[in-house]
Structures are given as C-alpha cells and as structure tokens.
C-alpha cells in the first residue's frame, strides 16, 4: 500500500507554476530587506561559528540524512524527498526561532544569508551526488529526467535575485524596506500557503491513509537535523547561545524551496511532495517546541 503514496501528485499548470515560483521569490525578497551586506562581513570576521553552522547545513545534514535513509528504509520517493529537504538552505523562520530561543540571532541571520547564496550550488548539487549513492534514488532521479543546471538557473532566479535585489533596496531606502519587509513576507507566505492547501485538498483521499508513516519519518529526520546541529556547534567548542542559533538553522529548512522544486522537476511525486509539505509544519511545532524550552531555561538560570 505505501507505494501507492506516488498516486498522490500536487500537479500544477505551467500558468500556475510561474505563479508559485514568483510567489517564493517575493517571499525571498521580503526576507532580504532584513539582511545587511554586513551579515555577510560578519562571517569572515566571527568564521568559526557560522562556518560550523554551515558545514553542518551543506555537508553533515546531508550526510547524515543518507545514513539515515539506510536505517529506516523508506521508498525511493519518500527517501529522495527526504534528502531534497536536506538539501535545502535554512528556513526563513530560523531567525524568529533563534531569538525566542535566547539564542545568537546575529549568527543566526549571518547563517541564513550565506546559506541562502550558496544554496544556488549546493542544493542541486547535494541532491544530486547524494541521491546517485543509492541505487533506487538514483533510479528514480534519472526516471524524472532532473536537470541539475535547470534547476541551478530556478534557485538562482527565485533566491540569488530577490537576496541581492532586497538587500540593494534595504541599504538606498532603508526606511521603505523597513515599512514593506513586514507585508511583504506575511501576504506572500499566506499565499503560498494556500496554493499548497488547495493542492493538498484535490488529492485528500491519499493523504489520510500515508501520512502517518510520512509523518514518522518527517519527525525523525528534523529530530536528527536539529540534534546534528547542535551536537557540530558542541564539538566544535561554541558557546551556548551560538549552540542554539547553529542547531536551530540546521534543523528549520526551507521546505517551501523543496516544494518549488518538487512541482517543477519532479511532476509533485507524492512521496517527496508529502515530506517537503509535512517537514513545513513540523518543523515549526518542533522548532518553538524547542526555543520555548531554552527560553524557559535560560530565564530559570536568570532567577537562580
């Protein structure tokens, strides 16, 4: 019965995929008008913390997600899902997580834009190399036809673009950006939210019967992204508050990335379409999950 999972499909028309892919790179767009070309600066002089904290987005997550993969055994297409969302850059809420968490929110934003930017390489790269070491992703990769350098050219229009064009904006009009950074991510993501919604609701009578085994997986995977994420910042000697926003930027992905590239080269599989949409959720309930319970200690230690 699981392998019907790929009868599920958010399928789109060509009209609507254009809309979708707009939609991320608005959403994209309001995220840059809170970066500062200064984020980026701050990586070079602080180097340690934000490149542990990238070295375990780009190399260990992945990594760690085929070793995972090997464990548990999940279809092809849920197994593939899972190593697209790995594959990702951190999420646009990882900033907001990171400071109710009462951790380093200016490594947290310096994390997010530079992971952002590489991701225009690394996520089709990550995708690639990884799904080509098993023997049924990669069958199922090869079986859609995936272009890495198509995809390459989508993630550069829908982040590299809006990253450097909202940024731009921020520093000439800082008072515009700071009037419109709000609206713009609140309406944009509204929107995507819903078109994801409606997609999910033509092919309900799938999602009842399989997300519970896409669930688990989904559960287990961001447990093993955020644990990986703070075990790298541990090892690596960081401070406590640096601990957090590391952890929190490794396991919060941009899911909404993993959709766009799920509805442009892979039809909406619905394995990889299930993982990519559930990660979406779960990763915000485990992600304030997670801050409330380091705030909440961090204001416990406060009072002692």
């Known amino acids: 019965m699981i392998n019907n999972v790929d009868l599920v499909k958010l399928n789109f028309s060509p009209q609507t995929l254009a809309v979708i892919n707009g939609i991320l790179g608005v959403i994209m767009f309001g995220v840059a008008l809170d970066l500062h070309f200064s984020d980026f600066v701050d990586v070079f002089k602080k180097a340690r913390a934000p490149l542990i904290g ?23 297409s849920i197994a593939l899902g899972m190593l697209l969302v790995a594959a990702c850059p951190g999420g646009n809420i990882s900033n907001f997580i990171t400071y109710l968490a ?35 992703t990669a069958a199922l990769y090869h079986t859609v036809k995936v272009d890495p350098v198509q995809m ?20 000439k009009f800082p008072l515009f950006a700071q ?30 019967v399989y997300m519970k085994v896409v669930a688990f997986v989904v559960i287990i995977h961001n447990a093993t992204a955020l644990t990986v994420g703070y075990l790298a910042a541990r090892v690596a000697g960081l401070e406590y508050r640096d601990r957090k926003a590391v952890s929190i930027e490794v396991g919060i992905q941009n899911s909404a990335l993993g959709l766009v590239l799920i ?42």
């Open 152 to 171: 390459l050219e989508l993630i550069f229009v829908i982040l590299g673009i809006p990253l450097v064009s909202g940024m731009f904006i921020a520093k």
């Open 102 to 136: 009462k951790g380093n929110v200016s490594l947290s934003i310096s994390m997010t834009a530079i992971s952002t930017l590489l991701a225009i390489f690394m996520t089709p790269l990550n995708l690639y190399v990884w799904s080509m070491l098993n023997p049924q």
């Open 179 to 208: 009037k419109v950074q709000k609206p713009f991510k609140i309406s944009s993501i509204v929107v995507f939210i819903l078109i994801v919604i409606l997609a999910i609701k033509a092919n309900w009578q799938f999602i009842p």
């Open 263 to 304: 509805f442009n080269f892979f039809n909406g599989l619905g394995g990889m379409a299930l993982v990519a949409a559930w990660w979406g959720v779960w990763h915000i309930i485990s992600g304030l999950s997670l801050a409330g319970y380091w705030s909440w200690r961090a204001t416990k230690l406060e009072t002692v």
């Open 54 to 76: 990238l070295l375990g987005q780009f190399i260990l997550l992945p990594a760690f997600t085929y070793l995972l993969i090997l464990i548990i055994r999940p279809i092809p």
